[in-house]
């Protein structure tokens, strides 16, 4: 195995992860969440967690993609 496998696969493992966290972050609102125009929360415990780590993991995910796209050259 060279390393443009070892970065499909890293890819497809984030991909899993990151797909895992944006559902744990789902909210049930519902048509409720709309009527509230000027409604600001902030993310705090659990939340904000999630919400960091989501970010952490695209940043991860884009630099193995441009490393993926660089090394297939």
Same mark, same amino acid.
């Given at each position: 195995?060279?390393?443009?496998?070892?970065?499909?696969?890293?890819?497809?493992? $984030?991909?899993?992860? +990151?797909?895992?966290?944006?559902?744990?972050? @789902?909210?049930?609102?519902?048509?409720?969440?709309?009527? %509230?125009?000027?409604?600001?929360?902030?993310?705090?415990? $659990?939340?904000?967690? +999630?919400?960091?780590?989501?970010?952490?993991? @695209?940043?991860?995910?884009?630099?193995?993609?441009?490393? %993926?796209?660089?090394?297939?050259?």
């Amino acid at each position: 195995m060279d390393l443009t496998d070892y970065l499909a696969i890293a890819m497809i493992l $984030i991909s899993i992860s +990151l797909i895992a966290i944006i559902l744990l972050q @789902v909210k049930g609102e519902g048509i409720g969440g709309l009527q %509230s125009g000027s409604f600001v929360r902030t993310r705090r415990g $659990i939340e904000k967690t +999630l919400f960091q780590m989501t970010i952490v993991l @695209v940043v991860i995910w884009l630099v193995v993609a441009a490393v %993926s796209v660089v090394e297939s050259r």
